[in-house]
């Protein structure tokens, strides 16, 4: 990794700290703000952001800072999502739950209770309604360590394996575990799919606790990529065979991403069952580890800066999306898919002009921007307004929105927004020059050379 | 080019004896397997009646149909990643695509004109690239077949009601020419790009694709039920008893046995064949030597899309609906490409193999340990075979059943 | 004079703008995703029934419509957008699974909630602001099993479960739980959602030989299942539940459904007296509104959920949640158009609600019609 230029001397290191404690002050005052004067809305908005952040960071781990491309995020996040849920289930819901129809937890796993667990060590101060913020916090270490063996079991083939053989068998694990979860086996265990409602839902929606286990995350995080541990992983990442032969111990540290990712991704999986109030299996769908990719993608792969705006990206547009699934009259949405293509023609051009391919603007693009053009000023003048008036809804157009925002990010600048950069005061200290990394010479040059047509061989192709 | 797959094979010279024990471990393997399995089979019919010969006959005929529907979609996922070495995620959404774009051709047709003419155009611009990849024919003789074939397709869809055949085959075309547009949008800009962002756009096309067909298409459980002799049922006798089951348990392996012929004639008899092989084994090299790549890979994507489309006919006619578009590609999708890796994915024979595997796995391991008694049987794990397979194939032989030496890879 | 007409009118003025201000009441259904088909039945009915009273309290009524597509999360946040935007009260899900973490959210903003289609108890006992127009599964699994052991059929019954569905599971539990104290025997087979291949199943089903089959998921996967059930060789009588009654188990079922057998809401035809008018006349209006869309039980129930909640802001004579909550607790006999509904000293659920029994009946080339046989009830 290269140094970038820094204010030197002891003025600048002042000014940094001060802006950090500056800028930590001003955050702690956002969300007291939203907490007291934003609506119940905002606030939830604001505590998902953190819990995804949460995930989104501990995946960056994996698949940004290592190099592995993991699929299984999703998995780990339900081993920690149950164990949370079901350990933090008030009596009242165990009772209910005992003498339900639906019930198949064994009498051994409604009593597992950090509640029963701190009456019978004889700590009642933990045991009280008071304190069950306490007890949270160990139902949620606990989730997490749970979910880090399980992430031990998935980073062993990650020794035999790489690639794209490995993302695969990710994702086969992270399936399996779901699909387990509601068979006879475990179902003793997670109530079959239906899992249990009425977890204690406080803590998930908190912005204070979801912030809280948010900067805990970032922390740690940013520790193990600035440390002899990041370097080592960042070491995997660009060339294996170098780092191994550096002295780097591969399997320890490749193991040990697998372990530490899959515990945060615990962590968030307990409070996002909390934020949702019911412990479900549909809540650990293979959609939930697709809006990570997503926003680690946009934000930047193994960017800890660029995976919250990714994150922030995404859960905004998940949350505050619905405007584009309203019903609206034909017109309209025509009007929209000429404006969709004309950007599109734009897009195109865009990048037959970078790569130098001739004719930069293709018939094609001209063709499609001109219908597009004519549609939208048809559409916005009003002309198709009697022919087209039957309203259609636009359903799923939020996550077509997001799909279709990764293509484009893949195409046209993979490395995401922040590319492997963290955000540094620098950037508004001093003209930050930014110089590139070893990856993205790599990559410039593989822009410069062209794809396609005249496409050096696949990197990694050799193994 | 070698994947990591042929890292992973254990090499070197072998002895003869060596060579004749190995040649053998796979049979010897299957007797094994087949022998328990019978084993299992009389325990089952000693403990209840109704476990009987015709019993397992269905189960087996079941299993070769189910196994027939995955070699299909496997054999589209080995070709790509043969050529271009991507696990393409959006095949279980093109393969959703191809069931429902064979949906409205038999059941909405004959369509009006402008609805033809566009559908027309789809078609015979697929059978155009078609026959260009041939080259042995003059432009104005692939401009004339070309034309032809959209007056012929228009006409007929404006004026006649299409049957399963006809609209697996229009489908066919429709499909292919999708994945040829999938490929030009989304993975060419990606050529010899980091591999995990080829397989992250995959991904993101392949949620594309669901949620634009959930907008497209329809949001709940559409029948499929071509006027069809073959959706009608069939019963045959097996040891005095009847086995109840329909006349898709003949259609479809014979479906998929054609396509699989065609499919190795085209890659070992024609020219486009050779250029594919030439591709899959390296890339520049055939780039060098004359191979138009680009055109390979848009080949490649046209017949595994194909493919994907004559399986999703096939699926829609065996159990006769179709689900919502969100979801329907996705469990086969994921099921076909475990088969895939099971029989060695880059492998023709892999795939078909893998997927006629799997089917008997997911079917006639749980007629074998069906509910009886106390023992409340394997179903509910059903799902999990084709994963933790997978797991396994990926452990302990990643190359798959079928080895590199057996292997034609595209 | 002069100045008396000027205030009267300045009053007049601003009791015109207070009555604009309008009264919301959220909706929150399964408009897209799996369950698209009834969640759009049952907001036709919600909208007939505000056509036909748009104003309370000398305030109009805003529907404020949220689609929750299929998912307990985007329930969720539907549930908050109606917190946010102030509403009195939230009608729906259909769902249970929708139901129960919508619940959680409105008991805690004390929002009332009045769901149109959950019958899983534990909607209920989310807390006191939570309602419900249908009967629970408890009561529809107690009739399905005495309405199977009395025909004959219960002697061995095989129970298709969706073990993913809140509702599926509890509807099984609570008929096997009444079949098996009635004598009967029986084993659940378990699918999960978006199912296709029922073959393995099947297979379990064949040492088992069932006298009847009890159907208790949704139409997606029964449209597959059933016609697999039949071609194997299986002509038992097949019971459903009221997830049933949606045209896509005839229509991608096709012959397969003809006499297939389902316990529903009540319709006009198995409703009695006062109730069955009432109804009848509500279709009526419907049909006009919506000639093409289905008239099944969902309808009368997101009808009657509207309609409660108005009589009890009505009652209340405010829209502050917590006095609709005690004016609904009061509610008793209200003339609904799925029958007479009561709310005192129940859980939030009706008491005495009328089931239907229907069948379908599919002809040779695809066509079919709901078939009401009788109205069903506790004995």
Redesign the interface.
Known sequence: MTERPRPSGQRGVTLRRLLNIASAAALLVALYLVSTQG???LG?VFALFAVWGIATVSLNLI?GVT?I?S?GHHGFMLIGGYVTGLLMLPEAARE?LRF???NSLSDFAIGLSVERWMSALGLDALATPETIGVRFVIALLLGGLLAAVFGLVVGF?SL??????L???TF??G??IR??A????LASYTN???GF??VP?GFGKSVWWTFGALAITVFVFARLKKGSYGRALQGIREDEIAAEAMGVNVAYHKVLAFVISAFFAGVAGGLWVSW???A????FLF?LT?YF??AI?VGGTGSITGALIGTALVVWVR?YG?PL?QAYPLATWAGAAGAVLVVAALLGYL?RRNRRMRPALHPLAVGAAAVGLVVAALSLFGVLDEALARRW?????R??A???L??VI??FK?AGIMGRREFEWTWLLRDARDVPTEEERRQDA?LE?G???T????????? | MTTPAHAATPHGPSRRGAGLARRLAPWSAAAVVAALAVWRMLYLHGVNDNFNAAFFAGAVVRSLQLGSLYALIALGYTMVYGIIRLINFAHGEVFMVGAFAAYFLFSATPYPWPVAVLVAAVVAYGFLRFLGFFRVLGRPVVLAAASSCFVAVALALASVRLGWLGAMVASMFVTGVLGMAIDRVAYKPLRGAPRNSMLITAIAVSFFLQNFGLLAFSNRQTPFRPQSFFTGQLTFPVAGETVFTTWMVVLVPAVTLVLVLVLTTLVTRTRLGRAMRATSQDAETARMMGVDVDRVISSTFLLGSMLAAAAAVMWGMSFGSINQPAIFGVLPGIKAFAAAVIGGIGSLPGAVIGGVLLGFLENFLTALFPRVGSFSGITEYKDTFAFLAMILILLLRPSGIVGEDLSEKV | MRRFVLLSALFAALGAAAAQEPIVIGVNLELSGRMTVTGNDTLNGIRVAHMQQDEVLGRPIELSICDNASTPEGSIACANRFVDEGAVAVLGTYASSHSIPAAGVLQDAGVVMVSTGSTNPATTQVGDFIFRIPYTDQFQGRVAAQWAWNEGHGERVAIFRQQDDDYSVGLSGFFQEALEEMGGQTIVLDFTANTVDFSAQINDLRSFDPTMIYYTGFCAEAATLIPQVRQQGFDVPILGGDASDDAQCPEGGGQAFDGYTFTSFGEPEVLSGEAAERATAFGEVYREQYPDAGFTGFVLAGADAYKVVVAAIEAAGSDDPAAVRDALMQLENFPGVSGEITFVGTDGTPANRVMGLYAYAVADDGSWEKVVIRGIQLE
């Open positions: 609506s119940v809305k939830q698949n190099g491309l699929l209910n339900s129809a639906r083939p035999r394996l790489r690639g794209d053989y993302a695969v068998v086969a694990f399936e399996v699909l387990l509601s068979t006879p086996l079959g799919a239906l409602a009425g839902s949702v109030g019911t479900r299996l549909d809540l959609s697709f990719l997503v993608s949350q619905d699934e990048y809804q636009g359903f799923g157009m996550a077509i997001l799909s279709v990764l293509v893949m195409v993979p593989w050379a794809a396609g047509a496409a050096p061989r696949p990197r990694g192709a050799e193994e």
